[in-house]
C-alpha cells in the first residue's frame, strides 16, 4: 500500500532521495522489498516549501498518474528543486480510482499530509466520517480516498492546533464507526503531517501490525561509522529522512518506527510519543 519519504534540515536537492539513492523512492515504485505490494506505480506526488520559503507559507505541489518510474516530469522537478523539507509519495491504488486528486500528499493551507495504508471497509464507513468533516473543508475534499477523508477528519479535529491529539481522535472515529459495522481492524497505516516547520510521522493500525516506518539517524553519526561515504557529503548536519523503508543497505543508518508511536521531528531533532494503543 504506498511508499512514502519525508525530508527536512538543510535545503537538499530532491532528486538525491527520491531518484539517485541506492533504494530511492522511485526504485520503490519498482521493486519495494518491505512493501504491502512490490510495485507501486498508480501515480506519484512530490510537495515542497521553497527554499525561500516563509513559516505560513503554502507548500507547492506536483502530482500525476503516471508511474514514478516512467515520468520525466518528475526527473526534471526534484533535480531543479532544493528544499528543506519535502514529502514524496508513490501509489499503489487500493481501489480508489487512478486521478490526480487521489495522488498523495494532500494540502491545507500550510499543511500537507500522506498516508500508507487503508481504511478497512471504507465503503461501509464513507458516509458518516465524511459527514463529520467540517463543513467549511468538505468542499476542498476533490479525491475519492480513504486517506483524504482521513486529514480532513483530523482538521476538523484540530489537526493546527494539536497534531497528535487531532489526529487520535480522527483515528478513535474511524475505528468505532468501523467496529459498529463489524470490522474488526478499521485503522492501517503510517501517516506524515507538517505544517511546514515541524514533521509529525505516525505508525499505527488497529491491528498492532502497522506498515513499516523508519528514519535516519543522526548524520554526523552516521559520517563517523562510514567516513568513506561520498555521498553522506550531500547532506548538511541537520538532515532527517523519515521513509516507509530504508533508503540503503548500510546497518545502522535508518531506526525502525515502533508500533504505535509518533515520531516528532523539529530543531532539536527526534522525539518519540506513545500514539494511542491499539484496543484503547
Known amino acids: 500500500m504506498c511508499r512514502w519519504l519525508a525530508y527536512t534540515g538543510e535545503p537538499l536537492q530532491a532528486s538525491t532521495v527520491i531518484l539517485d539513492a541506492q533504494h530511492s523512492l522511485v526504485a520503490q515504485s519498482l521493486d519495494s522489498p518491505l512493501g504491502n505490494e512490490t510495485v507501486n506505480g498508480d501515480g506519484f506526488g512530490f510537495g515542497w516549501y521553497p527554499e525561500n520559503a516563509h513559516a505560513g507559507d503554502a507548500p507547492a505541489f506536483f502530482r500525476s498518474i ?14 531543479s528543486v532544493r528544499s528543506p523539507l519535502f514529502f514524496s509519495h508513490v501509489r499503489a491504488a487500493a481501489g480508489p480510482p487512478i486521478q490526480q486528486t487521489n495522488c498523495h500528499p494532500f494540502r491545507h493551507q500550510n499543511w500537507m499530509f500522506m498516508h500508507n495504508g487503508f481504511l478497512d471497509g471504507f465503503a461501509k464507513m464513507k458516509r458518516d466520517l465524511t459527514f463529520a468533516v467540517d463543513p467549511s473543508l468538505y468542499p476542498a ?14 482538521l476538523t479535529f484540530g489537526l493546527t492546533d494539536d497534531p497528535i491529539a487531532a489526529m487520535g481522535e480522527a483515528i478513535r472515529m474511524v475505528e468505532a464507526v468501523g467496529r459498529e459495522r463489524g470490522i474488526a481492524f478499521p485503522m492501517q497505516g503510517t501517516l506524515a503531517v507538517t ?68 515520531a516528532v521531528v523539529d530543531a532539536s531533532g527526534y522525539h518519540h510519543e506513545p500514539f494511542l494503543a491499539p484496543n484503547d
Open 195 to 262: 505544517d511546514g516547520v515541524t514533521v509529525w510521522a505516525f505508525r499505527y493500525s488497529s491491528q498492532g501490525r502497522t506498515r513499516t516506518l523508519f528514519h535516519s539517524v543522526d548524520v554526523d553519526t552516521v559520517r563517523e561509522m562510514y567516513p568513506g561515504a561520498e555521498r553522506l557529503k550531500l547532506f548538511g548536519s541537520r538532515a532527517r529522512l523519515i521513509v516507509s523503508e530504508p533508503l540503503n543497505n548500510l546497518p545502522g543508518v535508518f531506526n525502525a518506527v515502533p508500533e504505535s508511536t509518533v
Open 66 to 79: 503516471e508511474p514514478a518510474w516512467n515520468d520525466q516530469n518528475l526527473r526534471e522537478l526534484t533535480r
Open 141 to 154: 475534499i476533490l479525491g475519492t480516498t480513504d486517506s483524504e477523508v482521513l486529514f480532513n477528519l483530523a
